[in-house]
């Protein structure tokens, strides 16, 4: 259980997170929407840490994480994995080796920045590469892929953390709708199959309902809404959007389940074919 209690953030005089009061059972996929400024980040992060509350407190399995520090806090971040619009990966790093670096804080700095990975480690991250069905890149630079496909690394990359929580910002936002709706499935997939709690920020409607258990609306950095995608009415919208939600064109955006064809797949030359099979073989 995750619980949020009186979360506040202020930026100078802004307020950009009020009073947040929230309960987020173990292996729940929430979706958080709500209007650009809403405060959808800031809560992200303040979860994982990479910003400080400012009032109230993060509770995990009773631990205030809010407060932790030093090895402790080292821990936590790595209980929950982060993952972001822009995939943050190391475009000349093949997918491999982007993938390994998910281990980076459980493990010396020199060993890391050395490369050495264990026998156990490699094949940890060539079963979380087949998992997210990217095999045939494995030894691509990232910065070669797909945007789906290098959203699929950074989710491989989380794995490799054993997080018990996945906070995801806008993870599908560069995405094209084909390509979102295979990361927002791996997502799903990875939630259902390990009970693994997944939060992530949403600008689609339709992807929250789709997707997840539950959703949060927020609005000037207050939970306005909190229900099931059946709760999630025009009405309700409303609520989390303002007028907006009535306009025509905010409603083709937000709620469109329009499909394209799936994107081909890039070529695969024999050579790299046969490099990864062996690196498969190896692990294995
Ligand atoms: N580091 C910062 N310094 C000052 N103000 C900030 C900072 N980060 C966020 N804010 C402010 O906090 C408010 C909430 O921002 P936040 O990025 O959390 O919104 P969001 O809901 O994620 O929006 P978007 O949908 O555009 O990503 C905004 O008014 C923003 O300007
Ligand atoms: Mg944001």
């Known amino acids: 259980m995750l619980k949020l209690e009186n979360v506040t953030r202020r930026f100078g005089g802004n307020t950009a997170v009020a009073d947040v009061n929230l309960e987020i059972p173990q292996g729940q996929m929430v979706g958080i929407i709500g209007a650009s400024g809403a405060g959808k980040s800031t809560l992200l992060r303040m979860i994982n840490r990479l910003i400080d509350t400012s009032d109230g407190s993060i509770v995990f399995k009773d631990q205030d994480v809010s407060r932790l520090r030093g090895s402790e806090l080292r821990r936590w971040r790595s209980d929950c994995a982060m993952i972001f619009q822009q995939f943050n990966l190391v475009p000349r790093l093949d997918v491999l080796t982007n993938v390994l670096l998910g281990r980076l804080n459980q493990r010396s700095t020199v060993k890391s920045l050395m490369g050495i990975f264990s026998r156990e480690e490699r094949a940890q991250a060539i079963a979380n590469i087949e998992r997210l069905d990217i095999v045939k890149t494995a030894l691509q630079p990232a910065g070669t892929l797909s945007g789906g496909q290098q959203q699929r690394v950074a989710i491989a990359r989380a794995l490799m953390q054993s997080p018990k929580v996945i906070l995801a910002d806008e993870p599908i936002a560069s995405l094209d709708p084909r390509n ?45 809404f909190d229900g099931t995608p059946a709760d999630l009415t025009q009405a309700a919208a409303r609520r989390i959007y303002g007028a907006e939600a009535d306009d025509e064109s905010f409603s083709e955006a937000v709620t469109s389940t329009a499909l394209e064809q799936p994107a081909p797949e890039a070529p695969v030359s024999p050579q790299v074919a046969r490099q990864v099979a062996k690196l498969v073989a190896d692990a294995q």
């Open 180 to 224: 979102a709706q295979v990361v927002m499935s791996a997502l799903r997939d990875i939630n259902q199959r390990e009970g693994l709690t997944v939060i992530t920020n949403l600008h689609t409607l339709d992807t929250a309902r789709t997707y997840c258990d539950r959703i949060i609306g927020m609005q000037g950095g207050r939970v306005v």
